[in-house]
Every structure is written in C-alpha cells, then in structure tokens.
C-alpha cells in the first residue's frame, strides 16, 4: 500500500505471514504530519500463542499516544520524543503481560 500524505515523507507499508505460518501476526501503524513520521512495526512472534494479539496490543497504544501527540499545542523536543516513544513501548508491553499472561 503506498501512501501520499501531506508533506515530505512518502512510505510503503507492507506484511506478510511468510512460507510457514497460515496466520500473519504481524501489525504495522504509521502516522505523519507535515515532515514528522512515526512508524511501528510489531513483528510476530513466529507462531507463538497470542502473537497476533500482542502485535495488535503494541499497535493500539501506539495509536493512543499519537493522540495526545496531536493534543498538544506546543511542540516537543527530540530527546522528549525518544523518551516518550520508548515509554509507549514499556506501557504496551505491560498491557500484554497483563492481559495474555494469565492463561
């Protein structure tokens, strides 16, 4: 699928389940605004149980923390950006050690 939006960054997305699996646990999200582009790409975890829900898990907080990117009416910094991006990361994976861990 390739995308135009508005500003200067042009990507392509694209998944695939590869030779060995029949289900794609794979999930990718992607967000632009003018020059800034945040991309994420939960890769599967090779047939593990609940893969596909952990990939989707880290894709939906992902989703959630753009939007209060797009709150905000001050722009951040680099550094803040990074800490804030890897902090996402830790809040979806606590989410998936909360919900899929207890079977």
Do not use: W
């Not at 794609?24 to 593990?48: E, P, R, W």
């Not at 609940?50 to 951040?76: C, F, H, M, N, W």
């Amino acid at each position: 699928m390739r995308r135009r939006p508005k500003g200067n960054i042009i990507y392509s997305q694209i998944i695939d389940c590869g030779l060995r699996r029949k289900e794609n646990q794979d999930a990718v999200y992607s967000y632009t605004k003018g020059d800034f582009g945040l991309f994420v790409l939960a890769d599967g975890m090779g047939g593990h149980s609940r893969g596909e829900l952990a990939s989707r898990e880290i894709v939906k907080t992902y989703e959630e923390y753009v939007q209060t990117l797009d709150k905000r009416e001050k722009s951040i910094s680099f550094l803040t950006l990074t800490h804030e991006v890897a902090e996402t990361l830790r809040t979806a994976n606590e989410r998936i050690l909360r919900k899929y861990s207890q079977d």
